[in-house]
């Protein structure tokens, strides 16, 4: 019997409105707070995640993981190997077993395009743990990180440095929902999808000058230049990205106050210096942990709030 007939989904950042956005990072926050002073918190008793991983994972499956113990519930870690995914099941009849027997499913894969099949046949809520298109849980965790350490990002200016990728398209998300301006700075033939950024007008700067997208920012992200699945094309990506390392000198350029955050694994010395990452700007190990708490609040809310609302 299935449970939802019309769950909520965590596809994009877009699945949520501004309000609940906000509220989201709150709950986080408090749930942060709630774990260290040792309050027990179990609204997710009996319940169970389903978590596929085609792409390998630290901090997407142990906070995954990790939070669901916490909030009282239990996650299953699903690989390939261990289903009939990797056999060939066509996706549909996947979603439609799998959420007939969990309460919610993270699907952590490359195709966005396999998310969004599995949500449309699955009756229970779908996370996105990461695709090649985004990765809004970890955006999640860095604007609750940026809220712990400076407030509202809200009419910020953000410079996002590197490569076009999953993380750069969930920040231009980001920026339409909470309302800041993102400054790119990305070589020729690297920028980020074109649909992504034409609804983002308005709210985003596209450059090529890594020290004119830091000026004056508030807060400065990287990520690696060749993701998962692009280690074949990493030498050309080196040479492409040779001047877009976040080092001292670009650091210069942002706000004495500036936050330095990385979504890591990180390349020291490739994208990021290591003066930069371990210095005393760098808040990549509260944006590490903030994973948990933020995933923590996603899972309350998609399956406590949203589903009562």
């Not at 999808?193 to 004056?216: E, I, S």
Request: aromatic share 8%; proline share 4%; charged share 20%.
């Amino acid at each position: 019997m299935e449970t939802q007939s019309h769950p909520s989904h965590f596809l994009t950042l877009l699945d949520l409105t501004p309000d609940a956005a906000q509220q989201l990072i709150q709950r986080a926050i408090e749930l942060k707070q709630w774990q260290r002073a040792g309050v027990i918190h179990t609204p997710l008793k009996q319940r169970t995640l389903g978590m596929i991983f085609e792409k390998s994972s630290t901090r997407t499956r142990v906070s995954f993981e990790v939070g669901m113990v916490q909030l009282g519930g239990h996650a299953l870690f699903l690989s390939p190997r261990d289903t009939q995914l990797g056999r060939g099941e066509p996706i549909p009849d996947t979603a439609r077993v799998l959420s007939r027997m969990v309460d919610a499913i993270m699907i952590r894969t490359f195709e966005h395009d396999t998310v969004e099949l599995f949500a449309q046949h699955s009756s229970v809520p779908v996370i996105n743990g990461l695709t090649d298109r985004f990765h809004p849980c970890q955006v999640l965790a860095d604007i609750q990180t940026y809220y712990e350490q400076r407030g509202t990002i809200t009419g910020c200016t953000v410079a996002y440095i590197g490569d076009g990728n999953n993380m750069c398209n969930s920040y231009l998300n980001a920026a339409q929902l909470f309302d800041f301006h993102l400054k790119i700075a990305c070589p020729d033939g690297f920028e980020p999808a074109a649909d992504v950024l034409n609804r983002a007008a308005g709210h985003y700067t596209l450059m090529r000058d890594p020290n004119q997208a830091a000026t004056n920012a508030d807060l400065i992200i990287t990520d690696v230049w060749a993701s998962m699945g692009q280690e074949a094309d990493a030498e050309r990506r080196c040479i492409a990205f040779a001047n877009y390392c976040v080092n001292d000198d670009i650091m210069a350029h942002a706000k004495s106050d500036a936050l330095f955050m990385h979504c890591l694994p990180a390349h020291r010395g490739e994208e990021v210096s290591a003066s930069v990452i371990d210095g005393p700007q760098s808040v990549v190990w509260d944006e590490a942990e903030n994973r948990l708490h933020a995933q923590k609040a996603l899972l309350e809310y998609l399956l406590v709030t949203a589903s009562i609302c």
